[in-house]
Protein backbone atom coordinates (compact mmCIF):
# COMPACT_ATOMS: atom_id res chain seq x y z
CA UNK A 1 0.00 0.00 0.00
CA UNK A 2 1.22 3.32 -0.80
CA UNK A 3 1.83 5.79 2.50
CA UNK A 4 -1.56 7.78 1.55
CA UNK A 5 -3.10 4.16 2.46
CA UNK A 6 -1.03 3.34 5.46
CA UNK A 7 -2.52 7.28 6.87
CA UNK A 8 -6.45 6.01 5.69
CA UNK A 9 -6.05 2.68 7.60
CA UNK A 10 -4.49 4.22 10.36
CA UNK A 11 -7.73 6.66 10.62
CA UNK A 12 -10.20 4.01 10.13
CA UNK A 13 -8.69 1.98 12.92
CA UNK A 14 -9.20 5.27 15.53
CA UNK A 15 -12.57 6.29 14.07
CA UNK A 16 -13.97 2.68 14.19
CA UNK A 17 -11.96 1.85 17.47
CA UNK A 18 -13.65 4.89 19.17
CA UNK A 19 -16.95 4.46 19.13
CA UNK A 20 -17.33 1.34 21.91
CA UNK A 21 -15.58 4.55 24.36
CA UNK A 22 -18.03 7.01 23.14
CA UNK A 23 -21.16 4.88 23.38
CA UNK A 24 -20.06 3.76 27.34
CA UNK A 25 -19.74 7.90 27.76
CA UNK A 26 -22.56 8.21 26.19
CA UNK A 27 -25.19 5.30 27.75
CA UNK A 28 -24.21 6.53 31.34
CA UNK A 29 -26.93 9.62 30.76
CA UNK A 30 -28.79 8.78 27.27
CA UNK A 31 -31.11 5.90 26.54
CA UNK A 32 -29.78 3.56 23.66
CA UNK A 33 -32.10 4.90 21.35
CA UNK A 34 -31.70 8.46 21.87
CA UNK A 35 -27.87 7.62 20.96
CA UNK A 36 -28.32 5.93 18.02
CA UNK A 37 -31.40 8.59 16.67
CA UNK A 38 -28.91 11.35 17.37
CA UNK A 39 -25.51 9.51 16.12
CA UNK A 40 -27.89 8.81 12.80
CA UNK A 41 -29.28 12.00 12.35
CA UNK A 42 -25.96 13.82 12.30
CA UNK A 43 -24.65 11.01 9.75
CA UNK A 44 -27.33 11.61 7.79
CA UNK A 45 -26.98 15.53 7.78
CA UNK A 46 -23.61 15.03 6.15
CA UNK A 47 -24.52 12.12 3.89
CA UNK A 48 -27.24 13.01 2.49
CA UNK A 49 -26.11 16.29 0.57
CA UNK A 50 -23.01 14.22 -0.39
CA UNK A 51 -25.86 11.32 -2.12
CA UNK A 52 -28.07 13.92 -3.75
CA UNK A 53 -24.66 16.39 -5.02
CA UNK A 54 -23.79 12.69 -6.86
CA UNK A 55 -26.49 11.58 -8.32
CA UNK A 56 -26.24 8.53 -6.00
CA UNK A 57 -29.76 8.94 -3.96
CA UNK A 58 -31.64 8.84 -7.29
CA UNK A 59 -30.38 5.04 -7.65
CA UNK A 60 -32.93 4.49 -4.76
CA UNK A 61 -36.17 5.07 -6.73
CA UNK A 62 -38.33 2.12 -6.78
CA UNK A 63 -36.25 0.29 -3.95
CA UNK A 64 -38.04 1.96 -0.49
CA UNK A 65 -38.77 -1.32 0.52
CA UNK A 66 -35.60 -2.88 0.28
CA UNK A 67 -34.10 -0.34 1.76
CA UNK A 68 -35.79 -0.18 4.60
CA UNK A 69 -35.61 -3.68 5.37
CA UNK A 70 -31.62 -3.15 5.40
CA UNK A 71 -32.51 0.22 7.73
CA UNK A 72 -33.63 -2.49 10.07
CA UNK A 73 -31.37 -5.25 9.83
CA UNK A 74 -28.14 -3.19 9.83
CA UNK A 75 -28.50 -0.44 11.35
CA UNK A 76 -31.49 0.15 13.55
CA UNK A 77 -31.36 -3.22 15.24
CA UNK A 78 -27.21 -3.86 15.04
CA UNK A 79 -26.89 -0.12 16.66
CA UNK A 80 -29.50 -0.33 19.39
CA UNK A 81 -28.22 -3.58 19.95
CA UNK A 82 -24.67 -2.99 20.50
CA UNK A 83 -25.43 -0.04 22.60
CA UNK A 84 -27.69 -2.08 25.06
CA UNK A 85 -24.74 -4.92 25.26
CA UNK A 86 -22.64 -1.96 26.68
CA UNK A 87 -24.64 -1.14 29.19
CA UNK A 88 -23.85 -5.11 30.96
CA UNK A 89 -20.53 -5.67 29.24
CA UNK A 90 -17.01 -3.65 28.59
CA UNK A 91 -16.12 -1.53 25.95
CA UNK A 92 -13.20 -3.89 24.67
CA UNK A 93 -15.24 -6.60 25.08
CA UNK A 94 -17.85 -5.16 23.33
CA UNK A 95 -15.36 -4.57 20.17
CA UNK A 96 -14.29 -8.29 20.33
CA UNK A 97 -17.35 -9.71 20.43
CA UNK A 98 -18.13 -7.97 16.92
CA UNK A 99 -14.73 -9.12 15.64
CA UNK A 100 -16.63 -12.50 14.92
CA UNK A 101 -18.53 -10.76 12.02
CA UNK A 102 -16.09 -12.57 9.19
CA UNK A 103 -17.01 -15.82 10.76
CA UNK A 104 -20.94 -15.01 11.08
CA UNK A 105 -21.00 -14.37 7.45
CA UNK A 106 -18.96 -17.20 6.58
CA UNK A 107 -21.00 -19.74 8.72
CA UNK A 108 -24.11 -18.28 7.20
CA UNK A 109 -22.62 -18.30 3.88
CA UNK A 110 -21.75 -22.05 3.97
CA UNK A 111 -25.62 -22.60 4.32
CA UNK A 112 -27.09 -19.73 2.09
CA UNK A 113 -24.83 -19.67 -0.68
CA UNK A 114 -24.13 -22.89 -3.06
CA UNK A 115 -21.10 -21.32 -4.66
CA UNK A 116 -19.09 -21.20 -0.96
CA UNK A 117 -17.26 -24.37 -0.99
CA UNK A 118 -16.77 -26.15 2.59
CA UNK A 119 -13.15 -26.62 2.75
CA UNK A 120 -11.30 -27.86 6.06
CA UNK A 121 -9.47 -24.66 6.01
CA UNK A 122 -12.69 -22.79 6.37
CA UNK A 123 -13.91 -25.11 9.06
CA UNK A 124 -10.92 -25.22 10.94
CA UNK A 125 -11.09 -21.80 11.27
CA UNK A 126 -14.80 -21.21 12.38
CA UNK A 127 -13.66 -23.73 15.00
CA UNK A 128 -11.11 -21.67 16.07
CA UNK A 129 -13.07 -18.57 15.97
CA UNK A 130 -15.60 -20.20 18.17
CA UNK A 131 -12.96 -21.27 20.76
CA UNK A 132 -11.83 -17.63 21.09
CA UNK A 133 -16.20 -16.75 21.30
CA UNK A 134 -16.10 -19.21 23.68
CA UNK A 135 -12.99 -18.21 25.62
CA UNK A 136 -13.97 -14.35 25.95
CA UNK A 137 -17.23 -14.93 27.04
CA UNK A 138 -16.74 -17.55 29.46
CA UNK A 139 -13.66 -15.98 31.25
CA UNK A 140 -14.14 -12.49 30.96
CA UNK A 141 -18.08 -12.99 31.76
CA UNK A 142 -18.58 -16.06 33.33
CA UNK A 143 -21.41 -18.56 33.13
CA UNK A 144 -23.00 -16.72 36.44
CA UNK A 145 -23.40 -13.70 35.43
CA UNK A 146 -26.73 -13.01 33.79
CA UNK A 147 -26.55 -9.62 32.62
CA UNK A 148 -22.80 -9.66 31.35
CA UNK A 149 -23.90 -12.63 29.36
CA UNK A 150 -27.20 -11.07 28.11
CA UNK A 151 -25.11 -8.16 27.21
CA UNK A 152 -22.79 -10.11 24.85
CA UNK A 153 -25.54 -12.15 23.45
CA UNK A 154 -27.00 -8.69 22.20
CA UNK A 155 -23.39 -7.80 20.53
CA UNK A 156 -23.47 -11.43 19.31
CA UNK A 157 -26.72 -11.16 17.75
CA UNK A 158 -25.67 -7.20 15.85
CA UNK A 159 -23.24 -9.01 14.53
CA UNK A 160 -25.72 -11.82 13.10
CA UNK A 161 -27.79 -8.44 11.84
CA UNK A 162 -24.34 -7.16 10.33
CA UNK A 163 -23.74 -10.65 8.25
CA UNK A 164 -27.39 -10.81 7.21
CA UNK A 165 -27.58 -7.37 5.72
CA UNK A 166 -24.56 -8.29 3.46
CA UNK A 167 -26.69 -11.20 1.88
CA UNK A 168 -29.18 -8.82 1.28
CA UNK A 169 -27.17 -6.08 -0.54
CA UNK A 170 -25.25 -8.22 -2.24
CA UNK A 171 -28.90 -10.42 -3.62
CA UNK A 172 -30.60 -6.97 -3.93
CA UNK A 173 -28.59 -3.67 -4.04
CA UNK A 174 -25.57 -4.71 -5.58
CA UNK A 175 -25.77 -1.90 -8.43
CA UNK A 176 -26.93 0.66 -5.95
CA UNK A 177 -23.99 3.20 -5.20
CA UNK A 178 -22.92 2.70 -1.45
CA UNK A 179 -23.35 6.66 -0.93
CA UNK A 180 -26.52 6.69 -1.83
CA UNK A 181 -27.72 3.56 0.39
CA UNK A 182 -25.85 4.66 3.49
CA UNK A 183 -27.70 7.97 3.08
CA UNK A 184 -31.38 5.99 2.99
CA UNK A 185 -30.59 3.97 6.00
CA UNK A 186 -29.04 6.58 8.03
CA UNK A 187 -32.28 8.62 7.43
CA UNK A 188 -34.76 5.82 7.67
CA UNK A 189 -33.06 4.95 10.86
CA UNK A 190 -33.31 8.29 12.08
CA UNK A 191 -36.84 8.65 11.41
CA UNK A 192 -38.03 5.47 12.82
CA UNK A 193 -36.42 5.92 16.10
CA UNK A 194 -36.94 9.51 16.22
CA UNK A 195 -40.47 8.82 18.31
CA UNK A 196 -38.70 6.43 20.72
CA UNK A 197 -36.13 8.77 21.34
CA UNK A 198 -38.43 11.53 21.96
CA UNK A 199 -40.01 9.55 24.64
CA UNK A 200 -36.76 8.47 26.06
CA UNK A 201 -35.37 11.45 26.38
CA UNK A 202 -33.89 12.56 29.17
CA UNK A 203 -35.80 15.00 31.41
CA UNK A 204 -32.43 17.51 32.38
CA UNK A 205 -29.60 18.11 29.76
CA UNK A 206 -26.82 15.65 29.43
CA UNK A 207 -23.65 16.81 30.25
CA UNK A 208 -21.47 18.22 27.62
CA UNK A 209 -19.21 14.57 27.71
CA UNK A 210 -22.73 12.79 26.83
CA UNK A 211 -23.40 15.19 24.10
CA UNK A 212 -19.63 15.30 22.49
CA UNK A 213 -20.55 11.78 22.99
CA UNK A 214 -23.05 11.29 20.35
CA UNK A 215 -21.57 14.07 17.97
CA UNK A 216 -18.35 11.99 17.72
CA UNK A 217 -20.38 8.60 17.18
CA UNK A 218 -22.44 10.34 14.27
CA UNK A 219 -20.06 12.81 12.88
CA UNK A 220 -16.82 10.89 12.76
CA UNK A 221 -17.43 7.55 13.37
CA UNK A 222 -20.10 7.01 10.91
CA UNK A 223 -20.54 9.79 8.87
CA UNK A 224 -16.33 10.70 8.01
CA UNK A 225 -15.24 6.80 8.47
CA UNK A 226 -17.90 5.51 5.35
CA UNK A 227 -16.44 8.79 3.35
CA UNK A 228 -12.62 7.45 4.29
CA UNK A 229 -13.36 3.87 3.88
CA UNK A 230 -14.69 4.57 0.28
CA UNK A 231 -11.86 6.78 -0.65
CA UNK A 232 -9.46 3.48 0.89
CA UNK A 233 -11.36 1.01 -1.25
CA UNK A 234 -10.36 3.41 -4.83
CA UNK A 235 -7.11 4.14 -3.82
CA UNK A 236 -5.64 0.88 -2.55
CA UNK A 237 -8.33 -1.87 -2.97
CA UNK A 238 -11.27 -4.08 -0.69
CA UNK A 239 -8.68 -6.08 0.75
CA UNK A 240 -6.18 -3.60 2.07
CA UNK A 241 -9.28 -1.63 3.25
CA UNK A 242 -10.25 -4.43 5.00
CA UNK A 243 -7.75 -4.69 7.37
CA UNK A 244 -9.51 -2.42 9.62
CA UNK A 245 -11.49 -5.26 10.29
CA UNK A 246 -8.20 -6.18 12.48
CA UNK A 247 -6.59 -2.97 13.81
CA UNK A 248 -9.95 -1.23 15.02
CA UNK A 249 -11.12 -4.25 17.98
CA UNK A 250 -7.23 -3.50 19.19
CA UNK A 251 -8.07 0.44 19.53
CA UNK A 252 -10.71 -0.80 21.36
CA UNK A 253 -9.65 -2.71 23.77
CA UNK A 254 -6.48 -0.56 24.49
CA UNK A 255 -8.78 2.76 25.26
CA UNK A 256 -10.53 0.42 27.09
CA UNK A 257 -7.97 -0.45 29.30
CA UNK A 258 -6.13 3.38 28.73
CA UNK A 259 -9.43 5.58 29.77
CA UNK A 260 -12.03 2.80 31.24
CA UNK A 261 -9.40 1.01 33.63
CA UNK A 262 -10.91 -2.09 32.00
CA UNK A 263 -9.11 -5.27 32.92
CA UNK A 264 -6.90 -6.85 30.32
CA UNK A 265 -6.29 -10.82 30.88
CA UNK A 266 -4.19 -13.16 29.19
CA UNK A 267 -7.44 -15.23 28.10
CA UNK A 268 -8.61 -11.68 26.70
CA UNK A 269 -5.38 -11.56 24.35
CA UNK A 270 -5.88 -15.43 23.64
CA UNK A 271 -9.88 -15.22 22.91
CA UNK A 272 -8.92 -11.86 20.65
CA UNK A 273 -6.17 -13.82 18.97
CA UNK A 274 -8.41 -16.99 18.00
CA UNK A 275 -10.78 -15.05 16.79
CA UNK A 276 -9.03 -13.11 14.39
CA UNK A 277 -7.11 -15.99 13.00
CA UNK A 278 -10.28 -18.09 13.05
CA UNK A 279 -11.97 -14.89 10.71
CA UNK A 280 -8.43 -15.16 8.31
CA UNK A 281 -9.11 -18.68 7.49
CA UNK A 282 -12.31 -19.08 7.29
CA UNK A 283 -12.87 -16.03 4.98
CA UNK A 284 -9.74 -16.77 3.23
CA UNK A 285 -10.79 -18.33 -0.71
CA UNK A 286 -8.79 -20.86 -2.15
CA UNK A 287 -7.49 -20.20 -6.02
CA UNK A 288 -9.39 -21.24 -8.50
CA UNK A 289 -8.20 -24.55 -10.24
CA UNK A 290 -6.89 -24.20 -13.42
CA UNK A 291 -6.20 -27.12 -15.89
CA UNK A 292 -2.43 -27.00 -17.42
CA UNK A 293 -4.27 -26.83 -21.02
CA UNK A 294 -5.94 -23.59 -19.55
CA UNK A 295 -2.60 -22.37 -18.01
CA UNK A 296 -0.65 -22.86 -20.69
CA UNK A 297 -3.05 -21.55 -22.77
CA UNK A 298 -3.24 -18.29 -20.99
CA UNK A 299 0.94 -18.00 -20.88
CA UNK A 300 1.08 -18.78 -17.18
CA UNK A 301 3.02 -21.58 -15.54
CA UNK A 302 0.69 -21.66 -12.62
CA UNK A 303 -2.52 -19.46 -11.09
CA UNK A 304 -1.54 -16.53 -9.30
CA UNK A 305 -2.67 -17.20 -5.30
CA UNK A 306 -3.99 -13.94 -3.60
CA UNK A 307 -3.10 -14.37 0.03
CA UNK A 308 -4.86 -11.61 1.02
CA UNK A 309 -7.81 -11.81 3.41
CA UNK A 310 -11.16 -11.74 2.48
CA UNK A 311 -13.89 -10.38 5.15
CA UNK A 312 -16.65 -11.43 3.49
CA UNK A 313 -16.84 -14.61 1.39
CA UNK A 314 -18.42 -15.17 -2.06
CA UNK A 315 -19.44 -11.61 -2.82
CA UNK A 316 -18.52 -9.97 -6.67
CA UNK A 317 -20.07 -7.28 -6.03
CA UNK A 318 -19.43 -4.39 -3.48
CA UNK A 319 -21.80 -4.64 -0.15
CA UNK A 320 -23.47 -3.02 2.62
CA UNK A 321 -22.46 -4.61 5.50
CA UNK A 322 -21.33 -3.18 8.90
CA UNK A 323 -18.43 -3.96 10.82
CA UNK A 324 -17.27 -3.08 14.06
CA UNK A 325 -19.50 -0.83 16.47
CA UNK A 326 -21.21 0.66 13.81
CA UNK A 327 -21.13 0.98 9.70
CA UNK A 328 -18.26 -0.60 9.72
CA UNK A 329 -17.84 -2.40 6.06
CA UNK A 330 -17.28 -5.73 5.36
CA UNK A 331 -14.97 -6.19 2.14
CA UNK A 332 -16.08 -8.13 -0.67
CA UNK A 333 -13.92 -10.42 -2.94
CA UNK A 334 -13.12 -7.90 -5.05
CA UNK A 335 -11.40 -4.41 -5.33
CA UNK A 336 -12.94 -3.05 -8.16
CA UNK A 337 -13.77 0.55 -9.14
CA UNK A 338 -16.43 1.24 -6.39
CA UNK A 339 -18.06 4.44 -6.03
CA UNK A 340 -16.56 7.22 -8.45
CA UNK A 341 -16.78 9.61 -5.25
CA UNK A 342 -14.54 7.04 -3.48
CA UNK A 343 -17.82 6.35 -0.93
CA UNK A 344 -18.74 3.42 -0.05
CA UNK A 345 -21.01 1.73 2.88
CA UNK A 346 -19.48 -1.54 2.88
CA UNK A 347 -15.35 -2.82 3.74
CA UNK A 348 -15.38 -3.52 0.38
CA UNK A 349 -19.28 -3.52 -1.07
CA UNK A 350 -22.41 -1.69 -1.58
CA UNK A 351 -22.75 -1.37 1.85
CA UNK A 352 -20.48 -0.18 4.73
CA UNK A 353 -21.54 -1.67 7.62
CA UNK A 354 -19.64 -2.78 10.28
CA UNK A 355 -20.96 -0.27 11.88
CA UNK A 356 -19.90 -2.52 11.57
Known amino acids: MSRRAWVLLAALS ?25 RTAIAALVLLPLAIGSGALRQLRGRLGVISVLALVHVVGPFL ?51 GVAAVVGFDIG ?76 LFSTALALVLFYRMIAMAGAGSAALVSYTSPAVAVLLGVMVLSEPLT ?4 LGFGLILTGSWLSTRRAAPLVSPDESAASGNAAPRRDLGPEPVPGHRQPGLAAGGDGVQAVPELQDGPQLAAGLHLHRAGTVAGAER
Open 14 to 38: ILWGIPYLFIKFAVAELSPPVIVAG
Open 81 to 131: LITYGEVYIASGLTALLLATQPLIIAALALRFDPSERVGGRRLLGLGIGLV
Open 143 to 218: ADNRNGLLGAGMVLLAGVGYACATFLVRHKLSGVAPLGVAAGTMSITTVLLAPVALLTAPVAMPTAKAAISVVVLG
Open 266 to 269: PVTL
